[in-house]
C-alpha cells in the first residue's frame, strides 16, 4: 500500500513536518529519541467475528463536526484506487464499506479484522484456491438502492482496470483468476470468470493459493460498485457512492484541497459491526503548512479544540508537546518501510548502489525532515519491517551500522566500479519546503560520497506521474511501502517482483527490478503450505537484498499525531497509522 503522498527526494513524505534547523554528522540527528516505536506483532493479525451493531463506546456523545487539518492531499477518491493510506483509511472508516474491515480493540491496543459487507471471514477451499462469503442484507447506497451481490462483483472486476486506475494495486491483478487476461470492464468483455454469486453468496476464485483474502477484502476496491453511467470514472472518484456512515457533501470536495463529509441517512448501524457514527460530520483541510497544523493543535483554542491531524508533529515541536500536551499526542508504529530505490535497468554495478546506502546522508536527511528518531522514524535492514511473521532481522550491506553515513566507503566501491563521479538524478518538489530541505542535505551527502547528484525538479501534484514514469530522465526513486496484510506476501512481490513495463508500468517496483530466479522463487512460496510461507518469505527478503542490493532501507515509520482537547477515541490506527476514524466523538 502507497504512503499518504509519493516519496520524492526524502524518505519521509509520508511523516510530513517542517524541516527542523541544524543536524549532520553521521551518527546524529534529532538528538530525540527511543520514544515507543513498537517491533511488536505486526497490526491486524487477530480476527474475530463480531455482531452487529457496534457497541456503544462509554460516555461517548453524538454532534458536532471534526475538523481534519493535514499538508497530505487526497489524489484519488474512486474506491477502485484509493491505495495510499490517507485515501483508504478515510474511505474505509467512514465513507465507504467492503467485505471486511478492521476494527480497534482497546484491550489488545490493535486493529481486528472483523466482518463488514460479508456476514463472515469467508470460507476458502481446501487449497486456499476459492473464498466463498455471504453478503448482508439491509445495505443500500446513500441514494437508496441496495447493494446487491452483483455490485461487489462488478467492484472485484473493475479492480483488474489498470489503465483507468493506475494508482491501484497493480500487483493484486495476479492472485485472481484470469488477473493475467482481463483488463477490467470498461475494455474487456464477459467478466472476469473469478467471481460467482449463488444468491447472496459470492465466490471467489484465485489463480493461485492466497490465504490472506480475507485481509484483501478489507480494501475500498474489495467493496460494491453500481453499474452503469453512475459509476463512470472521471465522476465517481469525485463523488462515490457511501455505504458507510458518512457521505459526501454535494460539491463538497476539491481534490488535494478539501473534504466535507455528513450523515448518510441510509446506513443502518444494526447491519455494521464495527463503526459508530457519533460526529455530525467531517471538515477536512488539505495542504496546510505543518508548521501551522503544530501551532493550531498546540493552542488548543477555539475550533482547535475540535480539531485532528493525521500528519506528524515536526521535531522542534516534539518537547513542547511533550511538555503541554502530552495527553493528546498519539503514539505509535506503522506497518510502513521507506527506502531508496536505484533503478536496476540503469545502475547496473552492484557497487554503485551499495555505494549509494554508504553515502546516504541518513541522520542529516531526518534532521532536515522534521523527522523524530526512534519515534516517527527508526533506522532499518530488512524490506520487511518488525513485527511480520517469521521476518528475522538480517543486514543486507556488510560492515553497515544501519543510519551511518561513511563518505570514504562510499568514494572505495565507486574507484572499484570505475565510476568516480556517478551521475545520480533523484526528484524533489519545488513547492514543498520539506522536499527541497532533504533535497539539499542528500545532496551534500552524495557529493562527499564520490556521486554527482542531480536533483530534477517536479511539483507536488506531478510527483506520482513523474515518479510512476519508468521513462522518466532520473535514476533514483524514494519510496515507501506499507503492509496491504501481515505477511511477507504484501511485501516481496509488490515491491520485487518484475512488471510488464509496457502493460502494467512499474506499479510498485520503484526499483524496476527484475531477476527470472527471484520471480520464480515467488511463485514457488505462494504454492507452499501456509506454515511455511512466513520462514521463506523472509529468506528471499535477505537472499534478494544481500545478492542483487535492488534497494536500501532508510528507516521504518512510527507516529506522532495529534488532537485537540475535545477529540475522543483517537487511537493509532496501527494498520494505515491513521485515525481509527469509526470510534471518534466529540465532547460537547
Known amino acids: 500500500m502507497r504512503l499518504k503522498k509519493p516519496m520524492i527526494a526524502v524518505s519521509a513524505v509520508a511523516l510530513l513536518a517542517v524541516a527542523a534547523c541544524g543536524g549532520g554528522g553521521d551518527s546524529g540527528g534529532s538528538g530525540v529519541g527511543n520514544e515507543s516505536f ?38 484519488t477518491m474512486d474506491p477502485t484506487e484509493a491505495y495510499y493510506v490517507n485515501t483508504s483509511s478515510i474511505l474505509s472508516g467512514l465513507v465507504t464499506r467492503s ?19 460479508a456476514t463472515d471471514l469467508g470460507t476458502p477451499n481446501k487449497d486456499y484456491t476459492e473464498w466463498t462469503i455471504t453478503l448482508r442484507d439491509g445495505i443500500k447506497y446513500e441514494n437508496g438502492e441496495t447493494v446487491t451481490p452483483e455490485d461487489i462483483k462488478f467492484g472485484i472486476e473493475r479492480s483488474f482496470d489498470r489503465a483507468t486506475f493506475p494508482e491501484g494495486a497493480a500487483y493484486s491483478n495476479q492472485y485472481f483468476l484470469n488477473g493475467d487476461t482481463y483488463k477490467g470492464p470498461y475494455s474487456s468483455t ?22 490472506d483474502m480475507p485481509y484483501w477484502a478489507a480494501f475500498p476496491a474489495m467493496g460494491p ?16 457512492l457511501a455505504t458507510g456512515p458518512y457521505m459526501f457533501k454535494e460539491g463538497g470536495y476539491v481534490p488535494e484541497k478539501s473534504l466535507e463529509l455528513v450523515r448518510n441517512p441510509e446506513w443502518d448501524a444494526s447491519t455494521d459491526p464495527g463503526r459508530h457514527a457519533y460526529p455530525d460530520g467531517y471538515s477536512m483541510e488539505f495542504d496546510v ?28 515541536d516534539y518537547v513542547d508537546f511533550k511538555q503541554q500536551a502530552d495527553d493528546r499526542l498519539i503514539i505509535g508504529s506503522a506497518p510502513c518501510t521507506a527506502y531508496w530505490a536505484p533503478d536496476y535497468r540503469k545502475i547496473k554495478d552492484i557497487k554503485v548502489r551499495q555505494a549509494l546506502a554508504w553515502a546516504y546522508p541518513y541522520a542529516d536527511v531526518y534532521a532536515a525532515t522534521g523527522l523524530i528518531e526512534n519515534v516517527t522514524r527508526i533506522y532499518g535492514t530488512n524490506l520487511m519491517p518488525p513485527g511480520i511473521p517469521g521476518r528475522v532481522e538480517f543486514n543486507p550491506l556488510e560492515g553497515h551500522t544501519p543510519g551511518s553515513t561513511d563518505a570514504e566507503k562510499s ?36 557529493e562527499a560520497g564520490g556521486f554527482k547528484p542531480v536533483p530534477v525538479a517536479t511539483t507536488t501534484a506531478q510527483l506520482s506521474t513523474v515518479r510512476a514514469n519508468p521513462d522518466a530522465n532520473i535514476n533514483v526513486r524514494s519510496a515507501g511501502w506499507c503492509s496491504d496484510w501481515p505477511a511477507g506476501s504484501s511485501w516481496i512481490p509488490p515491491v520485487l517482483q518484475s512488471t510488464n513495463l509496457k502493460e502494467e508500468g512499474l506499479g510498485s517496483n520503484y526499483s524496476v527490478f527484475s531477476e527470472p530466479s527471484v520471480d520464480q522463487q515467488i511463485k514457488a512460496i505462494q504454492t507452499m ?58 465532547t460537547q
Open 190 to 211: 464477459g467478466g472476469c470468470g473469478c467471481v460467482e454469486i449463488n444468491g447472496m453468496d459470492i465466490t471467489i476464485k484465485m489463480a493461485t493459493p492466497f490465504p
Open 289 to 316: 503548512p505543518t508548521a501551522t497544523i503544530d501551532r493550531t493543535l498546540l493552542s488548543d483554542n477555539g475550533d482547535a479544540q475540535n480539531t485532528l491531524s493525521y500528519d506528524n508533529i515536526a521535531v522542534q
Open 38 to 75: 513498537s517491533e511488536g506483532g505486526q497490526a491486524g493479525q487477530n480476527q474475530e467475528v463480531r455482531e452487529a451493531p457496534a457497541p456503544d463506546i462509554q460516555g461517548a456523545q453524538d454532534g458536532g463536526t471534526v475538523k481534519v487539518i493535514s499538508v497530505a492531499g487526497l489524489n
Open 411 to 446: 568514494k572505495q566501491l565507486l574507484k572499484e566500479a570505475g565510476e568516480t563521479g556517478y551521475e545520480i538524478r533523484y526528484l524533489y518538489a519545488t513547492d514543498d519546503p520539506l522536499s527541497v530541505q532533504g533535497k539539499d542535505a542528500i545532496k551534500a551527502g552524495l
Open 529 to 586: 503450505p501456509i506454515e511455511d510461507q512466513p520462514a521463506a518469505w523472509n529468506e528471499l527478503d535477505k537472499t534478494t537484498l544481500t545478492k542483487y542490493f535492488p534497494l536500501f532501507v532508510t528507516g521504518y515509520y512510527g507516529a506522532a499525531m495529534m488532537r485537540g482537547s475535545n477529540i475522543n477515541g483517537f487511537e493509532d490506527d496501527t494498520v494505515f497509522s491513521m485515525p481509527t476514524w469509526k470510534d471518534i466523538w466529540l
Open 225 to 240: 460498485i453500481p453499474q452503469g453511467k453512475i459509476s463512470d470514472p472521471a465522476k465517481y472518484k469525485l463523488h462515490p
Open 99 to 117: 467485505l471486511t474491515q478492521y476494527v480497534w480493540d482497546d484491550q489488545a491496543k490493535d486493529m481486528i479484522l472483523n466482518p463488514d459487507l
